[in-house]
């Protein structure tokens, strides 16, 4: 059974930085690319950022290009969201997500994955 675990949110300054995790079990992971998704108040869900199984290639979406960053650690089984220079839009539940298969792409999307974590709150306020 696949698990995901997010972990690290919180409530934090304007310019501040956190760093979420997802612990992974119940599959291969270091077989599957992952990704994390984030849902605002009162919006539809939003594409962060992925990340291949062997980290070679990362995306990230324009609004948070050059602010966070995605790594991974196979060996624990961990994913992770380094987020710096947090904004008030950066105000959401933060998810991490599960591509469907090994040969998934690191695609922009919200809608291919098939196991989600349960999400952790953060909050960008003064």
């Known amino acids: 059974q696949v698990q995901l675990v997010e972990s690290g949110g919180g409530l934090v300054q304007p310019g501040g930085s956190l760093r979420l995790s997802c612990a992974a079990s119940g599959f291969t992971f270091r077989l599957y690319p992952m990704s994390w998704v984030r849902q605002a108040p009162e919006k539809g869900l939003e594409w962060v950022s992925g990340?291949?199984?062997?980290?070679?290639?990362?995306r990230y979406a324009d609004s948070v290009k050059g602010r966070f960053t995605i790594f991974r650690d196979n060996d624990k089984n961990t994913l992770y969201l380094q987020m710096n220079s947090l904004k008030p839009d950066d105000t959401a539940v933060y998810y991490c997500?599960?591509?469907?298969?090994?040969?998934?792409?690191?695609?922009?999307?919200?809608?291919?994955?098939?196991?989600w974590g349960q999400g952790t709150q953060v909050t960008v306020s003064s």
């Open positions: 990340i291949s199984a062997d980290s070679k290639s990362t």
């Open positions: 997500a599960k591509y469907p298969s090994p040969a998934s792409p690191v695609a922009i999307t919200t809608t291919a994955f098939n196991s």
